[in-house]
């Protein structure tokens, strides 16, 4: 029980110093170091942060098949961070610039902090999963449990509570929950596969492949996917200092342009993905096994009639993917997440989403002009199966 409290101390004081960071005058002493270390060195290199999640894939695809480098770029090999605290602190320092970050943390560093930062792309689409322990059937199954999510400003908590709503479940932040609650704990997403195995949690939703990876131990069973839920939609974006996007535009569309090929030759190449992705490769990009990744990155593996059959899949004529790849960031997508944030339970400061207007988040939040550029050069939106850049969004239960 002590290295259980220990850990969710250690998770508590995680959780702060994030808060801390996400605040005007949090952020400000690292926005000051970001101002000298550009001041020192305006043509930084390219210095990518990540998480090992598969929502990192394209921007360690590119660097491993050297699209940065044939763009002209110099590069770093990619910096691996064990927790969205470590990540943020890193890019708002300077000593990153750019990373993959949970669409609705963005949201909370530019609006909350003021820090200067714009979403370029998008990194991937679905590739994430509430994952249960064995005997959990249903949502209802989860009242009265604990679950964790990754972050407060996730979509995965986004989608939870959408999720729990519908089945008359309140989310709770504290205390013991009743069968018509659910307690949620933020939990780093390599600390949550254990803490299912020794059942402290009844269950976690998190980016792949971790979802998988209880598959493959067996120790748990996937209750959901995401992208089930909301359709198509984006857990992980490209952040980029806004600096450079205005005193570096050619290097920002470089930038941009290896992600965009990184993503449309991950279309036509996902066993070799998997395998760059793993431990097995001499880069080291990540600490999961092959077998793993594969479950998720290689379509012809998704075995759709066992999860049709669990509930897993609902929605069976969307075809979705376990994970799928494609970079533009759809406007109407960030309009609708800025109107269920106002709706979910977010600790730390969030006074400032009442005010947030969501069709002004959309064009001010994101800048396109890169990507579009970017998609044109490998041939278009059809490159990755879209026919525009506008769609409407489709969230069930």
Request: charged share 20%; hydrophobic share 45%.
């Given at each position: 029980m002590s290295s259980y409290n220990d850990s969710t101390r250690a998770r508590r004081r995680q959780f702060l110093k994030l808060s801390s960071m996400f605040t005007a005058m949090g952020a400000l002493p690292l926005l000051q170091m970001s101002q000298a270390?550009?001041?020192?060195?305006?043509?930084?290199?390219?210095?990518?942060?990540?998480?090992?999640?598969?929502d990192a894939t394209p921007l360690l695809?590119?660097?491993?098949?050297?699209?940065?480098?044939?763009?002209?770029?110099?590069?770093?090999?990619?910096?691996?961070?064990?927790?969205?605290?470590?990540?943020?602190?890193?890019?708002?320092?300077?000593?990153?610039?750019?990373?993959?970050?949970?669409?609705?943390?963005?949201?909370?560093?530019?609006?909350?902090?003021k820090s200067p930062a714009k979403i370029v792309a998008w990194n991937h689409m679905s590739g994430s999963g509430l994952t249960v322990q064995p005997d959990v059937n249903s949502l209802e199954d989860l009242g009265g449990t604990?679950?964790?999510?990754?972050?407060?400003?996730?979509?995965?908590?986004?989608?939870?509570?959408?999720?729990?709503r519908s089945k008359g479940l309140e989310s709770i932040s504290d205390g013991t929950p009743t069968k018509k609650q659910v307690k949620l704990v933020v939990m780093a997403p390599s600390d949550?596969?254990?803490?299912?195995?020794?059942?402290?949690?009844?269950?976690?939703?998190?980016?792949?492949?971790?979802?998988?990876?209880?598959?493959?131990?067996?120790?748990?069973?996937?209750?959901?996917?995401?992208?089930?839920?909301?359709?198509?939609?984006?857990?992980?974006?490209?952040?980029?200092?806004?600096?450079?996007?205005?005193?570096?535009?050619?290097?920002?569309?470089?930038?941009?342009?290896?992600?965009?090929?990184?993503?449309?030759?991950?279309?036509?190449?996902?066993?070799?993905?998997?395998?760059?992705?793993?431990k097995e490769n001499p880069q080291r990009y990540t600490p999961h096994s092959y077998e793993a990744l594969a479950q998720v990155l290689q379509p012809e593996l998704l075995d759709t009639?066992?999860?049709?059959?669990?509930?897993?899949?609902?929605?069976?004529?969307?075809?979705?993917?376990?994970?799928?790849?494609?970079?533009?960031?759809?406007?109407?997508?960030?309009?609708?997440l800025i109107v269920k944030l106002k709706d979910t339970l977010v600790l730390g400061r969030n006074e400032f989403l009442a005010d947030l207007d969501p069709s002004f988040v959309a064009g001010d939040l994101v800048d396109d002009s890169f990507v579009r550029e970017a998609i044109e050069q490998v041939g278009g939106p059809e490159k990755f199966g879209l026919s525009s850049f506008t769609r409407k969004e489709s969230i069930t239960v």
């Open positions: 270390a550009r001041a020192a060195e305006p043509d930084a290199p390219l210095r990518i942060g990540y998480l090992p999640i598969t695809v590119a660097h491993h098949n050297k699209l940065f480098q044939d763009q002209g770029l110099e590069v770093e090999k990619p910096r691996m961070f064990r927790s969205w605290a470590q990540i943020v602190e890193a890019f708002l320092a300077g000593q990153v610039n750019a990373v993959h970050l949970l669409s609705p943390m963005t949201v909370w560093a530019r609006y909350g902090s604990t679950v964790a999510i990754p972050f407060w400003y996730s979509l995965h908590n986004v989608v939870l509570q959408h999720l729990l949550m596969v254990p803490a299912l195995a020794n059942k402290q949690i009844s269950g976690y939703i998190v980016a792949e492949p971790f979802n998988a990876s209880a598959e493959v131990l067996k120790i748990g069973k996937i209750l959901r996917f995401t992208g089930d839920v909301w359709k198509d939609h984006a857990c992980c974006v490209v952040l980029m200092h806004e600096q450079d996007l205005q005193q570096r535009p050619e290097w920002t569309q470089k930038v941009v342009n290896g992600v965009v090929q990184a993503q449309a030759w991950i279309q036509e190449n996902r066993e070799e993905t998997a395998h760059i992705l793993s009639q066992l999860y049709e059959s669990s509930g897993a899949i609902v929605n069976t004529g969307w075809k979705e993917k376990r994970i799928d790849f494609q970079p533009y960031p759809f406007p109407s997508y960030t309009e609708e």
